[in-house]
């Protein structure tokens, strides 16, 4: 059984950052491309960013140049490295197996004075 679980998010200031975690068990980690999304209230799900299994990273035009996504084989862990956080990157993050064939609970991130 596929589990991710998310940790590490909270309320922080603007400009401020956050590091998210992701642990996954259930899978074959090493070979999986994980990624990591975010709903807003009110707005749909959005790719945030991803990593292949060789670590190649793409990431939503929102976010380019703040977050980073990576990835510790040994650990089954996912990364998101999010730095200069604005209001508007306040949502729910998830972790994802893939492009989503597994999902993760969520953490919540509120970006606010």
């Known amino acids: 059984q596929v589990q991710l679980v998310e940790s590490g998010g909270g309320l922080v200031q603007p400009g401020g950052s956050l590091r998210l975690s992701c642990a996954a068990s259930g899978i074959i980690f090493s070979i999986n491309a994980m990624g990591w999304y975010r709903q807003a209230p009110g707005k749909q799900r959005e790719l945030v960013a991803y990593i292949t299994s060789g670590g190649s990273t793409t990431y939503a035009d929102s976010v380019k140049g703040r977050f980073t996504i990576s990835r510790d084989n040994a650990e089954k862990a996912v990364y998101l490295q999010m730095n200069s956080l604005k209001p508007e990157d306040t949502a729910v993050y998830y972790c994802?197996?893939?492009?989503?064939?597994?999902w993760g609970k969520g953490t919540l991130v509120t970006v606010s004075s």
């Open positions: 994802t197996q893939g492009r989503g064939t597994s």
